[in-house]
């Protein structure tokens, strides 16, 4: 048995919530009303949980605590609509979620780290190293709290913020069954998209235990580029990450997706596009090119629009299915790569790999 207070009710697992009922002696449906009190009822106390017993009530509030694990800081709001939330952890450190509302779509973009330790050269996240991994009530908090805050429900999930997902999976794959399992949020894989620079094994073993989206950021077409600006390039080159990410089990009627940030001078060229071109021509996919978001002190810089509309051009020139993502909420600092909180006692560096 847990010590009070000791682990956050949000941080288990669907399974989990079973075997603890089952654990206890109660009955299998128990599981099914705790989760429609933490999840659809969104309830801020176990004695809330009208249709449990008292003594089972009491049972929960021994063994888990049922706090908000974040605490809203701050809400910007982009001349796009786009809003960047400022959220304080209870160890004091800070993450952004970003929601990125469209015509039909409200997407989220959640954090899955406090930092990142890929070190990619392009990105604000990377600049601050890891700090640690969020845990699944953190990474579900910024979901629930956001669409509570909006009128408009949420109905599209990128793990696209802060941190790498793949370097934080155990917490991950919680999460996912958490939003998809229908006796929880219910959400449908297909309106989920892990991002991921490109940890091979974890896409492997993320594959084995979910089928969610899978974008993998690219950036570059060889390795002796793709070296230089994301470090994990050189444990794991380009020829395994293409093998591990085709193989990756997609929901039926979608595409893996690629990104590719353009730096302005270093990845943006013709002949960038033709290598490109060529490396992902016949691989059923979609890319995704992304005009670098200028963030200080990044060196980098944003390609012209003529650039990024030949660089396409040239993508489509070996039938490849190919969009240019509009860049949304650049003005607070929400768009991709930008985000990197205040981090108080951490002065930003030169990007630095750690793993
Ligand atoms: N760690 C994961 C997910 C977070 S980064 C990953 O790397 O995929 C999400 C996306 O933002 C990645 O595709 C990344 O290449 C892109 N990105 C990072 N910095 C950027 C910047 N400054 N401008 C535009 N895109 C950026
Ligand atoms: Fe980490 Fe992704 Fe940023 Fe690279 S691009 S430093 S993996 S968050």
């Known amino acids: 048995m847990q ?9 288990l697992s669907p399974q989990e919530i079973e075997d603890f009922v089952l654990n206890n002696n109660s009955k299998p449906f128990r599981a099914r009303q705790i989760s429609k009190w933490l999840y659809k009822k969104g309830v801020d106390c176990f004695d809330d949980m009208s249709d449990l017993s008292k003594d089972f009530r009491d049972l929960l509030e021994f063994s888990f605590s049922l706090e908000p694990s974040l605490e809203l800081e701050q809400e910007q709001v982009s001349e796009d609509g786009t809003k960047k939330y400022l959220f304080k952890l209870s160890d004091g450190n800070q993450i952004e979620s970003v929601l990125i509302p469209d015509k039909s779509r409200n997407t989220l973009c959640i954090s899955s780290q406090v930092g990142c330790a890929l070190g990619c050269t392009f990105c604000m996240t990377g600049t601050v190293g ?20 909006n ?27 958490v939003l998809t399992d229908p006796n929880y949020l219910a959400l449908s894989p297909k309106r989920i998209t ?22 993998v950021s690219l950036n570059a077409p060889s390795d002796e580029l793709r070296d230089e ?9 380009i020829k395994e990450l293409l093998e591990a990410s085709i193989n990756f089990p997609v929901p039926n009627r979608k595409y893996l997706m690629f990104e590719y940030v353009l730096l302005k001078d270093v990845n943006d060229s013709d ?6 071109g060529k490396l992902l021509r016949g691989i059923k996919c979609k890319i995704n090119i992304i005009p670098f978001n200028e963030a200080y002190p990044l060196p980098y810089k944003s390609p012209s629009w003529d650039r990024v509309l030949k660089f396409q051009e040239i993508l ?33 560096k030169e990007p630095q790999a750690q793993i």
């Not at 010590?3 to 941080?11: A, F, L, T, V």
């Not at 600006?229 to 080159?237: A, D, S």
């Not at 490849?320 to 108080?344: E, F, M, W």
């Open 3 to 11: 010590d009070k207070n000791y682990i956050n009710i949000k941080d």
């Open 130 to 149: 890891k700090i640690r991994n969020l845990r699944p009530s953190e990474i579900l908090d910024q979901y629930l709290l956001v669409n509570k805050y």
């Open 151 to 177: 009128e408009n429900a949420i109905t599209n999930i990128v793990f696209m913020g802060m941190g790498e997902p793949l370097d934080n999976l155990e917490n991950l794959v919680k999460v996912i069954n």
């Open 194 to 215: 892990v991002s991921t620079s490109g940890l091979v094994p974890q896409i492997k073993k993320l594959g084995e235990q979910v089928s969610v989206n899978l974008a």
């Open 229 to 237: 600006i994301m470090p994990i390039n050189k444990r794991y080159p």
């Open 271 to 276: 002949i960038d596009a033709h290598t490109l």
């Open 316 to 348: 489509i020139s070996y039938r490849i299915n190919v969009r240019i993502r509009k860049s949304r909420g650049s003005d607070i600092l929400g768009a991709c790569g930008q985000l990197a909180a205040t981090y108080p006692s951490i002065k930003v």
